[in-house]
């Protein structure tokens, strides 16, 4: 069956220090991958999206992502969080002409001063 | 540009009420919509989607019901609602891409409490 698995449910950070949020998809043939945010009480963002070309993606708010195919993964990187970067992050992907989403658990960032 | 929009924003009502949950995407013609429904410290659950007018996919079988009167509006219902039917539920909506996929953009939600 096709899935997303983010391993770690909470992470916590020091502001100013490096972030990787880590993502594996079990597709039988690479999807579409995304990563969402979603701060406390509010929709989801979308970070960023890989579809083809560069492995390495660039997202809004100094976020980037790096697909591996023989790692199957789409781990999520930022080289120096801020406080405002607390909140809850989301794999997903989608399948070639499918409809739907399928997302990760999430991962709950917190940031301490 | 597009936007989302749901309302309400928060809502309690009590068990065996109705409910009626609303989005409106602005700004495109015959989006995909989505409703997610997501509990308290949990992922998201996709309940239902909609290709087009009155076209719709449930995923989950449950007392919740959507409807697709217009092509940007999607309704969530029930005509009696249950204590786990608790949640924020979230409205989604995406471009019909040819030969693929169109990225899946979210409204601000709806919070809901069942007492």
């Known amino acids: 069956a096709q899935s997303v698995t983010q391993p770690d449910i909470h992470i916590t950070v020091s502001e100013g220090a490096s972030l990787e949020l880590r993502c594996n998809y079990s597709y039988g043939a690479t999807p579409y991958l995304f990563w969402y945010v979603q701060s406390p009480g509010q929709g989801l963002q979308l970070l960023l999206k890989y579809f083809s070309g560069d492995t390495l993606v660039q997202g809004i708010k100094g976020f980037e992502a790096e697909f591996k195919r023989s790692q199957s993964s789409f781990n999520l990187r930022k080289p120096s969080v801020h406080w405002s970067d607390a909140a809850e992050y989301f794999c997903?992907?989608?399948?070639?002409?499918?409809?739907?989403?399928?997302f990760g658990q999430g991962t709950r960032l917190t940031i301490n001063p | 540009s597009q936007t989302i929009h749901q309302w309400p924003a928060t809502l309690v009502q009590p068990v065996g009420s109705p409910l009626s949950l609303e989005c409106t995407v602005e700004g495109t013609s015959n989006p995909n919509l989505y409703w997610y429904r997501q509990a308290a410290g949990r992922g998201l659950q996709l309940l239902f989607y909609s290709v087009g007018i009155g076209q719709i996919s449930s995923e989950v079988p449950q007392n919740l019901s959507a409807s697709r009167p217009q092509d940007r509006q999607f309704i969530l219902s029930s005509k009696k609602l249950l204590l786990s039917d608790s949640g924020f539920y979230l409205c989604?909506?995406?471009?019909?891409?040819?030969?693929?996929?169109?990225?899946?953009?979210f409204g601000p939600g709806t919070r809901l409490l069942v007492l």
């Open positions: 989604a909506w995406s471009e019909v891409a040819s030969g693929g996929y169109g990225t899946q953009y």
């Open positions: 997903a992907a989608h399948g070639w002409g499918a409809q739907k989403l399928v």
